[in-house]
């Protein structure tokens, strides 16, 4: 098992920054991407940012020039810088871990308890 453990959620004003971070734990050896997904309200979970232990990142059109996602591997965290946020940004955001890209946000991943953030004035 993997448990993943978020931290830096809050609220914005529009044009903010913030900063999300997760960590692992546990049976971290089985696991090489980890990730960024967001659910707002009334719509589906989407593919924020995600990166590979080797630094392969695969990012949202929507968030692309915006948020930037890196990972320190000796710490087991990853990263999810994000600026110029806009209220379309609001959204519970959720770390996610697998073995590889492919694999994220499937059943053979691992989910986070998800963190908000809100983007208003």
């Known amino acids: 098992q993997v448990q993943l453990v978020e931290s830096g959620g809050g609220l914005v004003q529009p044009g903010g920054s913030l900063r999300l971070s997760c960590a692992a734990s546990?049976?971290?050896?089985?696991?090489?991407?980890m990730g960024w997904y967001r659910q707002a309200p009334g719509k589906q979970r989407e593919l924020v940012a995600a990166?590979?232990?080797?630094?392969?990142?695969n990012i949202a059109a929507s968030v692309k020039g915006r948020f930037t996602i890196s990972r320190d591997n000796a710490k087991n965290t990853v990263y999810l810088q994000m600026n110029t946020l806009t209220p379309e940004d609001t959204a519970v955001y959720y770390c996610?871990?697998?073995?590889?890209?492919?694999?994220?946000?499937?059943?053979?991943?691992?989910w986070g308890q998800g963190t908000q953030v809100t983007v208003s004035s």
């Open positions: 546990g049976s971290i050896f089985s696991i090489n991407a």
């Open positions: 996610n871990a697998g073995p590889s890209l492919i694999y994220m946000a499937t059943e053979h991943s691992y």
């Open positions: 990166i590979t232990s080797s630094g392969t990142t």
